[in-house]
């Protein structure tokens, strides 16, 4: 699970379980696949890495080979820089960097990922949880409080967090303002009727920035509302959907860059693309699916704008991986920074993996089946 933890001043809470900065550092772990040891006669000996999982996804992009290497073919081989391998029958193979890094690249394809939860903080999480429920009729799932590390989380969605897209509220103790700065947009939720959901928000007091009508340069029906904390929310109207809290919309200052980092590292499809010309602003929109059946990422580039004060509300987005070591892997391969290597959490084991994206937003890759066990 996420959880953001309260530190001394509102412009540092940026911590959350998935990345503590008090975590053991794995960089001990990052060695080469194997070590080729030389005798200087004909003995040569090989050993594994501790890095089992790296070394193994490296080793099935061994290029086999019929024949067996000798010392000075192996010297040779490490001074042209390639990587020594053993295939499996036993050989010294070289395997090309490209190769490895492609097949990496490949498997993220076909990797089972999904986006799991959406987490941020607010200053009062009863008034939230209540505008929430009354006015967009989400459910809360689960909450917790954890009074040693002075803070409390609450879930929120439409449905099961094992097959939907949910928020993750986190209040921090003595905290109730934050700033949302102006990276992030806003969440988008799918209703049948927008106008009635309007008023309903105006019935209980919630404020709306955007009166019901069709999208500019469009004809789908949308508002905007503000929930207590100030975040924003777009109401689109759409007939029933498996997913209604649908969308995240944030910020780019390189919109080209951010579809390429985002189709090559999270293996997110451009579901579409509109320019809007008039109004200087272009959005992408990446998933895992239909976006009318699946949470999407909305990246908006305003034209000429290419850095945003993201502030110290919105946090991250969950998703959900078969392999956090892998994603990992590809991250790096794709120009992300890793802020949290792979590898299981203390206490609860759960393996995850946090990262940066070219605009600085942040993301935390979960492994499904951890995930699955904590939701038990």
């Known amino acids: ?62 290029i086999p080979q019929s024949h067996f290497f000798g010392a000075k073919a192996l010297k040779l081989l490490r001074a042209e820089g390639s990587t020594i391998e ?3 029958s036993g050989n010294m193979a070289p395997t090309s960097n490209t190769v490895t890094e492609q097949n990496v690249l490949d498997w993220v394809k076909s990797d089972k990922r999904r986006m799991l939860h959406v987490v941020y903080r607010v200053g009062d999480l009863d008034k939230t949880i209540k505008f929430y429920t009354e006015c967009l009729g989400m459910k809360l799932l689960r909450k917790r409080d954890i009074p ?26 003595g905290v109730d303002k934050y700033d949302i700065g102006t990276g992030f947009g806003h969440f ?39 929930d207590p904390d100030g975040y924003k929310f777009e109401l689109l109207e759409r007939g029933p959907t498996p997913e209604p809290l649908c969308q995240v919309m944030l910020r780019v200052g390189d919109l080209d860059r951010a579809i390429n980092f985002y189709k090559k ?5 451009l579901l579409r693309k509109r320019d809007n010309p008039d109004y200087k602003y272009t959005i992408a929109v990446m998933g895992y699916g239909p976006e009318d059946k699946n949470a999407v990422l909305e990246l908006t580039y305003n034209h000429g704008v290419t850095e945003y004060d993201k502030g110290n509300g919105y946090a991250q987005i969950a998703i959900g991986t078969d392999d956090v070591y892998k994603t990992a892997e590809a991250i790096k391969l794709s120009g992300g920074k890793i802020t949290r290597e792979p590898g299981p959490l203390p206490g609860i084991n759960t393996k995850i993996t946090a990262c940066l994206d070219p605009d600085g937003w942040k993301s935390v890759f979960v492994d499904n089946l951890d995930f699955l066990k904590e939701l038990e």
């Open 1 to 62: 699970m996420l959880r953001t933890l309260p530190i001394a001043s509102p412009s540092s809470l940026t911590v959350s379980t998935y990345n503590k900065t008090s975590l053991p550092s794995q960089s001990s772990l990052k060695l080469s696949p194997f070590c080729v040891n030389n005798d200087g006669g004909n003995n040569i000996s090989y050993c594994y890495s501790t890095s089992r999982r790296l070394a193994l996804f490296q080793l099935g992009a061994a």
């Open 86 to 88: 053993a295939s499996t």
């Open 148 to 173: 040693e590390d002075r803070y409390t989380n609450a879930f929120l969605g439409y449905g099961p967090e094992d097959s939907h897209f949910v928020v993750e509220l986190t209040y921090n103790y």
């Open 188 to 226: 988008g939720i799918a209703v049948e009727d927008v106008a009635k959901t309007v008023d309903l928000v105006k019935a209980k007091g919630g404020k709306v920035t955007r009166e019901p009508g069709p999208v500019k340069g469009g004809n789908t029906v949308i508002a905007f509302i503000e």
């Open 265 to 269: 590292a999270f293996g997110m499809e």
